[in-house]
């Protein structure tokens, strides 16, 4: 059957969850503070690149089955199911702010005791949250409303790429749903049943568990990023090649090949943070992770020392112009939230050098960060003109065959910094090209 869903908050998971829900024929509304924000998403306007998302937003808009509203009051009445995708940034000790989340569950309880609503409700939380939260939830509401079952409290963790959002929405390896409540689970088993047909599982746990899962696969995803950085360190230093090691481990079927690939360090909005908030949990439970720490300090040094490599390169990078492929934290996306490439940029200008950056879908939210501080270029190619050497920051599909004898001419120096290692050194050594890479040998072309 199809439900009346509320998805409060029109971030990144909200926008995504709430238009999969209408494409799987449910009746969705979006609530978000932001009027103008909302008024865009009506005009079928998205604040996010995001592949296929548009495509889909505006069917569903046209259908009369995806809406969008600053009135909470108008979701609270018409959905029986809430979805709270909220931000929940880190605070200074890196611990996850819940403010967001509680002050939502607070109005949503509020206004269900004002206006007398008598059929219950279902609140799923869909945010990334530390454990317990759901517990701190019912509280909230049960301390506002006192009637048992009244709102039944739902842990329903997203598992979302930037760049594959919508295939991972709609076709998800796994479904994660932490409740104790059978009619909880049974409405959540029937939502999420279009989405795995194929037979992927939905695992039904408590609450607590839930919440830990989603810390614990991102905070491992990024562990195993920080080993194959730290490992690729000692392969330059021994003469191997990172890229060989990948291949060799990842084919063991207790391994896998995903997330091995060496560079400059993870970003994005969801490891930095959840790597922190999980250090955080595990510390004031007085059991900490020390393996934890270790993959935050490998990702913070990995970027440093890529740096360091360039300014290594020149001697002094005073005066020096560089040009930037890829400002994004990843391809397929907009969001340059802790970009490895907006800490190179900062450690160049701050050492005297000047930047011309290219990136297919980050320029707007770059500019918003750095105005005139570095020159933004229309095209990858445009970006090389006086450049005295190309860094790459993010493996953006159209960086992988360029043309490199054009790299040559234009650039003042052959000299490219990839910290994606998008290249192979046999191509880099007939090309002619100076190529400095991660975990690998350097290319300097003969004489």
């Known amino acids: 059957m199809s439900y009346s869903i509320g998805v409060i908050g029109t971030g990144y998971v909200g926008l995504v969850s709430g238009t999969c829900f209408a494409e799987s024929g449910n009746n969705v509304l979006c609530v978000d503070i932001d009027e103008a924000k909302v008024e865009k998403l009506r005009n079928g306007i998205l604040p996010i690149y995001e592949p296929d998302l548009d495509h889909i937003l505006e069917r569903n808009i046209k259908k009369d089955r995806l809406h969008f509203t600053t009135d909470l009051t108008k979701a609270v009445h018409e959905c029986t199911i809430l979805f709270l995708c909220l931000p929940t940034p880190p605070d200074e000790d890196g611990s996850a702010d819940l403010a967001y989340v509680l002050n939502a569950a607070a109005d949503i309880a509020h206004i269900i005791v004002r206006d007398g609503i008598d059929s219950p409700r279902i609140l799923v939380n869909k945010s990334t949250v530390p454990v317990g939260t759901a517990d701190k939830v019912r509280a909230v509401v049960h301390g506002i409303i006192p009637k048992a079952g009244a709102v039944e409290i739902v842990s329903n963790p997203e598992f979302l790429r930037e760049g594959f959002a919508v295939e991972d929405f709609m076709k998800p390896d796994r479904v994660v749903v932490g409740t104790t409540s059978k009619s909880a689970e049974a409405i959540m088993r029937d939502l999420y049943e279009p989405f795995v047909r194929s037979g992927n599982p939905i695992y039904v746990m408590d609450e607590k568990s839930a919440e830990i899962t989603k810390y614990a696969a991102n905070c491992f995803l990024a562990m195993r990023i920080s080993f194959m950085n730290d490992l690729s360190n ?66 913070h040094e990995q970027i440093i020392r890529f740096t360091h490599r360039i300014i290594d390169r020149f001697g002094s990078v005073e005066g020096k112009h560089f040009a930037l492929w890829g400002l994004a934290f990843k391809p397929d996306t907009d969001d340059t939230r802790e970009s490895p490439a907006f800490r190179i940029i900062d450690c160049l200008l701050e050492a005297g050098a000047t930047v011309t950056a290219y990136d297919p879908e980050a320029t707007s939210n770059s500019e918003r960060k750095y105005g005139s501080a570095i020159t933004f270029s229309a095209s990858a190619m445009g970006a090389l003109t006086g450049a005295d050497a190309l860094i790459i920051a993010t493996e953006w599909q159209e960086f992988r065959k360029p043309d490199f004898a054009k790299i040559k001419q234009v650039l003042s120096q052959p000299i490219i910094f990839d910290g994606r290692n998008l290249y192979e050194l046999q191509t880099m050594e007939t090309a002619g090209v100076e190529y400095y890479s991660v975990g690998r040998r350097t290319i300097i072309p003969a004489g």
């Open 234 to 299: 000692y392969c330059e230093l021994v003469g191997a090649d990172i890229e060989n090691v990948r291949i060799g481990i990842g084919s063991d079927t207790r391994i896998g090949k995903r997330f091995l690939f060496a560079g400059i360090g993870y970003g994005g909005s969801c490891f930095p943070k959840d790597v922190k908030a999980l250090i955080h949990s595990t510390d004031a439970a007085e059991r900490p992770l020390k393996i934890m720490r270790a993959v935050e300090e490998v990702n």
